[in-house]
């Protein structure tokens, strides 16, 4: 059987541009993420040079993930500095 021609990287791009302005379904009841704000001193050490300490639950039924805060700027402890949920844990701290 023949194949159907390839798409070109324009033609490619063009969907994927699509899909960016297709709206998404939207949930009937979103489910709240869960974030906590420790006390680094506590939970890592009095020495410690961690300014923030964040544990955010994305979900409530999901594993934790640890958001840190020192001179490396803001990171996830398993996922780095990318992690979704940095972005929550910055908002979740008093500036």
Known sequence: MAQPPRKSHLARAAADDLARLVPTQL???????????LDPRAVVGARTGVEHLVRVRPRPSDAPHLV????????????????????????????
Not at 27 to 37: I, K, N, S, Y
Not at 87 to 93: F, G, I, Q, S, W
Request: glycine share 6%; net charge negative; with cysteine.
């Open 27 to 37: 949930d009937l009841f979103p489910v709240a993420p869960v974030v906590e704000v």
């Open 68 to 95: 840190f805060h020192d001179r490396h700027g803001w990171y996830c402890e398993q996922h780095g500095p990318h992690c979704a949920t940095v972005k929550l844990a910055r908002d979740a701290v008093p500036v």
